[in-house]
């Protein structure tokens, strides 16, 4: 087993998708040294979104969906983590303030 892992092109994914109709997917997988789970994902990408979906850095609507609220869920995370911090500060300042009444 290889370290480096093969670049494919767009074309040649086509190639090897056409492959796997005529000959299956385990035959292709030997074939050209893929493991099975990429040929899936390279099928499920070209049915989704057609040969475009083949190129480099295509993402389907899920991805695109799951790094939107990634997203969102970072900026809520920080907006989150302000709240606190606003309201530890008015907790430890009324602190101070009924400590200062009390000496008084």
């Given amino acids: 087993m ?4 093969k670049k494919w092109k767009q074309n040649e994914k086509e ?3 056409l492959y796997v109709k005529e ?3 385990s035959k292709t997988s030997r074939e050209f040294n893929i ?5 899936y994902n390279w099928k499920n990408k070209y ?3 057609g040969s475009e979906g083949l190129g480099s850095g295509a993402k389907t609507a899920l991805e695109r969906e799951l790094a939107q609220l990634k997203l969102e869920n970072s900026e809520l995370k920080k907006m989150v983590a302000e709240k ?3 309201l530890r ?3 430890s300042l009324l602190k101070k303030n009924a400590s200062l009444k009390r000496k008084e």
């Fill in 2 to 5: 290889s370290l480096h892992q």
């Fill in 15 to 17: 190639e090897i998708l």
């Fill in 47 to 49: 049915d989704e979104l």
């Fill in 89 to 91: 500060v008015k907790d």
């Fill in 23 to 25: 000959h299956g997917v």
């Fill in 35 to 39: 493991s099975t789970a990429t040929i």
């Fill in 84 to 86: 606190e911090l606003a």
